[in-house]
């Protein structure tokens, strides 16, 4: 049995185990949230470091790109200080691949129409082989990442424009502590609305489920109704507060296991364990997940 773990910054609410049979092989996949414990989270990766196949970076990206240039997170470094022996992944891999071809996928099946629908891009920097996607459909899209991420009340209304303030910024923010950008730990459990002009302008709202989630309008008068939520990590709480407030379809880019779906550090520690351990291009990844058949997972939320 090959074993995969995910160590999260997060909330240990969210913890999971599953087991599931990938290429003819049986995996248990695991995720741990350490409630924002960075010394803890530096501990336990120490502690399966050589004992497990794959081991995922939850709760904190290790890497931001812009274009094809990546910029690490200082914070994410001292992190993994000491860990040398197990495949450590952040979910790259398949932000670049996975959920590049889901959006792509989606238009061409004709689930999600974004070349004629509005969407805002909670952070791009973040998942980028999806906001590439997403402006290769040419629709009309709102870049949420100095809002989402940084506060600011500024929103990016192109590809061109998202790329440039990102080559501008990226050297920065990645010096500053991952927790000033990202709900970590318990913070993961409030909402505070904000940013509602741009719920309400969307017709999809896209990317990680944090950011998403951190400043959702208030339940009441459904202000999502009608809309689509395109994200990774759902959980059936994460269903309920998203139907209560109207939304109609929710896509997520990874599988669903037992009401789950996992993170992409998750699930491309599975594509690594699976080969045992050797790094993977752009193109092994597509091969392997040609392979597996995934496909974005289609939940209408009217249906209860």
Not at 92 to 97: A, E, I, P, V
Not at 191 to 196: F, L, R, S, V
Request: net charge positive; glycine share 12%.
């Amino acid at each position: 049995m090959k074993r995969v773990v995910s160590v999260s910054l997060g909330s240990s609410r969210g913890d999971k185990t599953v087991c599931a049979r990938f290429f003819g092989e049986t995996f248990e996949i695991r995720r741990v949230g350490t409630n924002g414990d960075q010394a803890r989270y530096n501990a336990l990766l120490r502690e399966l470091d050589g004992n497990v196949d794959a081991i995922g970076l939850g709760g904190i990206d290790r890497y931001l790109w812009a274009g094809d240039r990546r910029y690490e997170f200082r914070s994410a470094r001292r992190l993994i200080a000491g860990v040398t022996r197990t495949p450590l992944v952040d979910g790259s891999g398949l932000k670049n691949t996975l959920e590049r071809d889901a959006v792509r996928r989606l238009q061409r099946e004709g689930v999600v129409d974004f070349a004629r629908s509005r969407t805002l891009m909670v952070c791009g920097v973040d998942r980028f082989g999806m906001a590439e996607a997403l402006a290769e459909q040419q629709g009309p899209l709102v870049f949420g990442d100095l809002m989402f991420s940084l506060g600011v009340p500024v929103a990016i209304r192109s590809w061109r424009a998202h790329r440039r303030i990102a080559r501008l910024l990226l050297p920065v923010v990645t010096r500053l502590p991952f927790e000033m950008l990202y709900p970590t730990g318990d913070k993961q459990d409030a909402i505070t609305p904000k940013w509602g002009t741009y719920y309400r302008w969307a017709d999809t709202v896209a990317g990680d489920k944090h950011l998403i989630r951190r400043y959702l309008p208030a339940p009441g008068g459904r202000p999502l109704a009608g809309k689509v939520v395109l994200t990774n990590t759902t959980t059936p709480p994460d269903r309920d507060e998203l139907a209560e407030r109207g939304v109609r379809l929710l896509v997520t880019t990874t599988p669903s296991f037992d009401g789950r779906s996992f993170g992409t550090n998750v699930m491309e520690g599975v594509l690594v364990a699976a080969t045992g351990g050797k790094p993977l291009t752009p193109d092994a990844y597509g091969e392997m997940l040609k392979d597996l058949g995934w496909k974005p997972n289609v939940e209408d939320l009217r249906k209860g």
